[in-house]
């Protein structure tokens, strides 16, 4: 069982913008120049992971906080629906988390965040984890909102003391993080409960080290994503890999970061690669085929918009 803990939320997208249908701006009430009608979809990165996860086949579970709202219902329906155990789901009367979603002309996404007293940043640590657990995956707001952040650090810490396959993807929200600085020595002090670190390359320009500063730090391997110009893997024993993206028409890139998470985890555990032993034993060829299926994945993720990773038929 992989389980993925942190947010979900609520993205709302402009209609027009990333593949959306009625392009145009819309009047507003008062029927002066028109903002773009927004979309809602269904998100956050370890909601997005989660799913993907499921739709890939994995055996999954997802650890978070969730509104008992119209929102919160349907995020729990999508992760049902890809097959994700939500049994560690705890429900609270508080708000779903919305992120506005701005995406440019290459497909990117921006985001500004309603996060104040919502359900997902009042998450607090279960006593003990789901049976059976091999891996875990933490990041995103979940690690920067207060007091949840603290409570998925517990969790994080508790799981690689036990000796679980942990994976940290911090998908930096800079607007999020009001002492830049101080959320940097976080981000370090988490490095040795970490098994394996997948980050953007905008992400670690914005941390500011280096993958073999990182991996100094505890890690077995770092994986940085390099947008169409594929992935890089550094690993503890020296070796460094590039895998090339996979040539797709990108509608937008949101969930795509989530996708590649999801597409490591699901290749590691086929391999039964979940150790730091056995990460080290796969060897070239069994770590570009891991990175090359995950490049892939995020290529279907792009090609379509909002967050909609694949299903495992789609990849065969």
Not at 83 to 88: A, Y
Not at 249 to 257: E, S
Request: aromatic share 6%.
């Amino acid at each position: 069982m992989i389980v993925v803990a942190g947010e979900a939320l609520i993205d709302l997208v402009p209609q027009g913008a990333a593949g959306e249908p009625d392009g145009g701006p819309h009047e507003n009430a008062a029927g002066g120049a028109g903002l773009p009608a927004l979309a809602p979809r269904l998100g956050g990165g370890p909601y997005n992971t989660a799913v993907a996860l499921g739709r890939l086949g994995s055996p999954v579970s997802f650890c978070s906080r969730v509104s008992r709202d119209a929102f919160g219902e349907a995020l729990l329906a999508g992760l049902r629906a890809a097959g994700v155990d939500v049994t560690p789901v705890q429900r609270g009367p508080e708000p779903t988390t919305l992120a506005v979603a701005s995406i440019g002309a290459d497909g990117s996404a921006g985001y500004s965040f309603y996060v104040e007293g919502t359900a997902d940043r009042l998450f607090e640590a279960p006593d003990r984890l789901p049976d059976g657990v091999r891996a875990m995956s933490f990041g995103t707001c979940s690690l920067v909102l207060e007091p949840g952040a603290s409570a998925y650090e517990e969790l994080m810490r508790r799981a690689a003391a036990r000796g679980v396959f942990t994976t940290l993807d911090p998908n930096v929200r800079a607007g999020l993080i009001p002492d830049a600085d101080a959320y940097r020595a976080r981000f370090k002090s988490w490095l040795p409960s970490v098994s394996l670190l997948k980050l953007s390359q905008e992400d670690a320009d914005w941390l500011g080290g280096t993958p073999h500063e990182w991996l100094a730090s505890g890690p077995a391997a770092v994986v940085v994503t390099r947008g169409g110009d594929g992935l890089s893997l550094y690993t503890q024993d020296g070796a460094e890999l590039h895998v090339a993206g996979a040539e797709v028409d990108v509608v937008d890139t949101i969930g795509a970061g989530d996708t590649v998470n999801a597409a490591l985890l699901h290749g590691l555990c086929a391999r039964d690669a979940l150790s730091a032993p056995a990460l080290a034993a796969l060897g070239t060829e069994g770590w570009t085929d891991v990175l090359r299926f995950a490049a892939r994945a995020a290529a279907l993720t792009c090609s379509r918009a909002g967050a909609e990773p694949p299903y495992a038929a789609e990849l065969a």
